[in-house]
């Protein structure tokens, strides 16, 4: 996966057109987007969408339901009403380490049982963490390796963590496109939790709109520094997301003769390619960006 889109649950009109937005996975959510007066209201429009769509027979990219936190007391009633639909991944907000995955687990179990999946239909629901919003959570990112088979990646956030901190903004009022120390060190741990884990790290949610450029420029460096995928919240930032993750002619020439290298030496487990030593970090690289490249 390249892109995440997070779209409002509550809202039938947002939900359709997001089928053409072109992200890799979809994320219905309850949490943030929806009102405390209104979490009925998009249980009731995201099952309905989920149920029509299922349906329908057509294509469609990864469908999560983010829920509410686990310390909301309302996650059980969301999940009673997406799990009947199937969703493939359930995304956690402010988790705190492995111990809300492992629990999220066993109730994704409990409702598999109740519910189970059809023909075409994933047998266990993926669970996408995320992973940063609390200053608690951060002394549980080096818990996520070996949490649950379903983990699929991590997530960081930024503004839910500002309010928890008292912080006054988290990018650099001297350099907008810089985060300040403290949520750059956050990016950064989560990065290598990810990687401690084995799983795909993911950049957070741009918050500016309408600053495509900025945003292509925010996601290479993501993309740079080894973040598999970026979040949105509004479908015209998918397509510059989805150009800044994808390899370059370049990148994907390399990968190619990596994989070709490893496969000519598979004896040995190292290779030679333009006179340098290869070893296995250099092949899982080639196999990342070979990956990215089928999602073009």
């Not at 492995?98 to 049982?113: H, I, N, P, T």
Request: proline share 6%.
């Amino acid at each position: 996966m390249r892109s995440l889109l997070f779209v409002p649950a509550d809202s039938p009109r947002k939900l359709e057109k997001s089928l053409q937005s072109g992200a890799d996975v979809l994320i219905f959510d309850l949490e943030d987007a929806v009102s405390p007066a209104r979490k009925e209201e998009g249980r009731i429009e995201v099952v309905k969408f989920l149920t029509q769509t299922k349906a329908s027979g057509v294509k469609t990219p990864k469908l999560y339901v983010r829920v509410n936190a686990l310390t909301t007391g309302m996650t059980l009633t969301d999940l009673a009403a997406v799990m009947r639909c199937r969703p493939d991944g359930i995304a956690l907000p402010k988790s705190s380490g492995a111990a809300d995955v492992a629990l999220l687990a066993a109730y994704l179990e409990a409702f598999e049982q109740m519910f189970p999946a059809v023909i075409g239909e994933a047998a266990q629901t993926a669970i996408l963490p995320i992973v940063t919003e609390t200053a608690e959570a951060l002394a549980g990112l080096n818990s996520y390796k070996g949490a649950s088979p379903r983990l699929a990646g991590l997530m960081w956030g930024a503004e839910d963590l500002a309010g928890d901190i008292g912080a006054l903004t988290n990018k650099d009022e001297e350099a907008p496109e810089q985060w300040t120390s403290p949520f750059g060190l956050v990016r950064n741990l989560c990065l290598f939790a990810a990687a401690a884990a084995g799983v795909p790290a993911i950049d957070t949610v741009p918050t500016e709109l309408n600053n495509p450029e900025a945003l292509l420029r925010e996601t290479r460096r993501a993309y740079r520094d080894g973040f598999s995928a970026k979040a949105a919240i509004h479908p015209g930032q998918v397509p510059v997301i989805n150009q800044a993750m994808t390899p370059d002619a370049q990148a994907q020439e390399w990968a190619q003769r990596v994989i070709a290298a490893f496969a000519a030496n598979t004896s040995v487990g190292v290779a030679t390619l333009d006179g340098k030593m290869l070893d296995t970090p250099h092949l899982r690289l080639a196999k990342k960006i070979a990956a990215a490249t089928q999602l073009a």
